[in-house]
């Protein structure tokens, strides 16, 4: 086995990084669609104008506090700080599992309301917002299972790694769902 | 570099043939591991090609089946029944299974086999091992992308055999056909399945794109710069690029189908009124919105489609004229720019929704500008063939017939693309007429370029040369006698996907040549045989190869072994130091990209051993003789 030399490596992304950031813009380009096909639709006739659900802004100060933990997680591990680190990781995998929980509850807000999300009688307007919201929870729920992993990791395994490429990876995934809900945030409050 | 260190944490089964080429002979990998769930990129590449082989028969088989009723609208084929059954009454071709056919026909061929067949075959087989990399980023996705695609086909499969038959919508999949269960019988269960088959297989697509994209990026060998890289490299990659972007919104619009075929949602679906059932509880959808996001995938789609086939005619052609292509940065910008305007010309499918027409005449204008990349490469394949020293291998035939058709039907698509001559020809034979020249035929014919030029490097035994002539030979003129005549239906106003046109008097006057047209496809269809004949044949019993270089290529996957495991490369990873075409050049007739400039002449770099154009023995002969 070839060892691979530092040097020669420095400067490159990880592949796996790489793979990531790719994975990302594909990522991008689906809610690209989905928001644009709402701008689309929304010059139709028969658009219902609401309210987003007041808990969305609660959702969306969990979700930049979860960033943070993880940003001081990732720092803890770098520093060997590994109780701190573990401590960290479990913190942000709850607080996405409450942001998910809280982004639900918006939709029970709304459906109390009387605003149908999906079924006959739903506007199209609902309708969107669940679906880019659902699927937003969906990428944050992948990225609680990857914290999952990470973490089941971090307790399993008697000898100690610092390979921080994966807990580095999962920091970058969990930055971007977190900056891909705060522009849906924006887009369907200024939209 | 990062390719061993990938290899290893990609799989624990992988044997990593770094500075221990030995470790080849103490993994045994079993047949499971070793041909179905394989992770050796090479291997995927052939499961790929394999199963677009199988897509493309089938889906060319539907394709005479429905041309049988299109010709022969009067005469019964009482044989249809018993292979089709039910779906053929008396001998005629029903109008549902008509329908269902023509729609699977366009689905399996576009996706199935020109995007999984023909970019999962020669990206999984090219990439790592023209950049020099021991396999992709991540074999594990890449076994999993094959996986899906495969499971995306069975899908697609069974949905023939449920009673209400296949999707028969076409294949845009258009609602209100594909979002109100009720439309047609083919939009019932069949439709689930489409759906379901284009889900995975967008995933697959997504994994394999992303997969590409960091390999290209990532691993390339030493001295392996981005602009040494081989033309049929870049083509894959760019398509990757394109695949991974435009994929996701496709998949974001099924969602949205998916949405108002179950959930009641109102995105495509509005309240149209049906005879005795009364208005749909739907309100205010509007199927336009589906076209967009349609289109924005569907108009990338053909150059996700046109880009490997124009990376690897290029590839073939400058190796069969031993000339350095003609403008390699030209080249590579000119495919750039076809991956930008692909983003930005998806309207041009719906100059006839009642799209603003000034807003249409953008959309003319952005598609007009495709004609400049496209033409930039055609000029520069033509001036890579002018007084070069040709091989007429059956590689090259069909790198030559690609650029013919592609002229063909590319000059068609300034017609088609300008709104004023476009509402007139919309939904025309002369539609069809241009796709299947400029991107059907053409694609193909990059695929049939592809496997006869890359089967020595895939199976280490070549292909027959006669039988790869009869075959191009009957293809090329098969497919103008098939689509040159369309043009002038098209132009007639004879519209595609009618069931039956006897009873108008105004297209009486094509009752013959539609018969034409329909004996042409019979005959070329045959012909095909040939080529599955010639393939399946020479991977067991064809010639076998005994140089390691029978082109006399410079790219650097003819630098491996005959016999390649995984690994590629036996040894250290080749470093390469120039482009792959320096053919003819300097009194060589070619000089591989490991030969360091400045070093031609060195007999180390000339000799028969370096180049690949050493006989080698069969190693059970040279066992035998060490023995003696």
Known sequence: MTTVSVTENKGKLHPHKFLLWVGMASIVMMFAGLTSAYVVKRTFSNWMEFGLPSVFWVSTIVILVSSLTMHLALKNFKAHERKKYKNLITVTAVLGLLFAALQLYGFTQLHEKGIQIFGIGSNAS??????????????????????????????????????KTPIEIVAIYWHFVDILWIYLFLFFSFM | MNNEAVLQAGAATLHVAGDHGEAHHHHKQSFITKYIFSQDHKTIGKQFLITGIIWALIGGFMSVLFRLQLGFPDTSFPWLSTVIGHWAKDGHITAEAYYSLTTIHGTVMIFFVLTGGLSGTFANFLIPLQIGARDMASPLMNMLSYWFFFTASVIMLSSFFVETGPFAGGWTAYPPLSALGDASPG??????????????????????????????????????????????????????????????????????????RHFGTSFYLSDIYIQGVGALPHEGGN????????????????????????????????????????????????MFAIVVLAFLVWAHHMFVTGMNPFLGSIFVLLTLLIAVPSAIKVFNWLTTLWKGNLRFTPGMLFAIGFVSVFISGGLTGIYTGNSAIDIHIHDTYFIIAHFHLVMGVAAFFGMFCGVYHWFPKMYGRHMNNTLGYIHFWVTLVGAYLIFWPMHYEGLAGMPRRYYDYSSWESFKQFVELNRFISICVIIT?????????????????????????????????WTTPINVGHG????????????????????????????????????????????????EEEPAKAHKKAHA
């Open chain 2, 287 to 334: 199927a336009i919105l589906y076209q967009h996001l349609f289109w924005f995938l569907g108009h990338p789609e053909v150059y996700i489609v046109i880009l490997p086939a124009m990376g690897i005619v290029s590839e073939v052609m400058s190796t069969n004229g031993r000339k350095p292509i003609f403008g390699y940065s030209a080249m590579v910008m000119s």
């Open chain 2, 568 to 615: 590629n490369w036996p040894g250290e990873i080749p470093e390469v130091h120039r482009w792959p075409y320096d053919y003819s050049k300097d009194g060589h007739d070619f000089i591989p990209q490991t030969v360091p400039v400045g070093e031609e002449d060195n007999p180390l770099y000339t000799s028969a051993e370096f180049t690949g154009i050493k006989v």
């Open chain 2, 187 to 260: 939009s019932k269960t069949g439709m689930d399945l489409w759906l379901a088959s284009l889900i995975l297989f967008v995933v697959s697509q997504l994994l394999a794109g992303l997969n590409y994209i960091s390999t290209v990026l990532n691993m390339r060998t030493k001295g392996m710069s981005m602009m040494r890289m081989p033309l049929s490299t870049w083509g894959v990659f760019l398509q990757a690029v394109l695949g991974v972007l435009s994929f996701p919104v496709l998949f974001a619009g099924f969602i949205l189908l998916i949405f108002d």
């Open chain 1, 126 to 163: 609902a309708s969107f917002l669940g679906i880019i919201v659902g699927l937003h929870a969906l990428h944050v729920i992948g990225g609680i299972i990857a914290l999952l992993i990470i973490f089941f990791r971090a307790y399993g395994t008697k000898v100690k790694r610092y390979d």
């Open chain 2, 525 to 557: 269809f045959a012909a095909q045989f040939l080529f599955l004949f010639n393939f399946f044949h020479s991977i067991f019993k064809g010639r076998k190869l005994t140089v390691k270089n029978p082109w006399k290529s410079n790219a650097l996957e």
